[in-house]
Nanobody, 124 residues
């Protein structure tokens, strides 16, 4: 079992920044892929970005130049640094992971373990 707890969400003005954290506990491993997804009201949960065992990162086109994912393996914590936030970034943000090899890191159904989510609201 893996437990994930997100934090760091809040209300920010457009153009501002936030850093989300996701603390993992239980059967975690630095070799597991960890990802961020988000879900806006009335929309499907969508991929934001992910980090694989090597430290390489992949991002959705909509956030590629503005968001950055990192992880602290000693603290078992995943981060999402969000800069130049836009109103369309408003959503509940979730971290996800899975102990098995994730073949399609952008596919939410590849991940069995999810956090409870943290709300990010960007005012325009």
């Amino acid at each position: 079992q893996v437990q994930l707890v997100e934090s760091g969400g809040g209300l920010v003005q457009a153009g501002g920044s936030l850093r989300l954290s996701c603390e993992a506990s239980g059967r975690t491993s630095s070799r597991n892929t960890m990802a961020w997804f988000r879900q806006a009201p009335g929309k499907e949960r969508e991929f934001v970005g992910a980090i694989i065992w090597s430290g390489a990162t992949v991002y959705a086109d909509s956030v590629k130049s503005r968001f950055r994912i990192s992880r602290d393996n000693f603290k078992s914590t995943l981060y999402l640094q969000m800069n130049n936030l836009r109103a369309e970034d408003t959503a509940v943000y979730y971290c996800a992971t899975d102990p098995k090899r994730v073949r399609d890191i952008m596919n939410r159904y590849e991940y069995d373990y999810w956090g409870q989510g943290t709300q990010v609201t960007v005012s325009s």
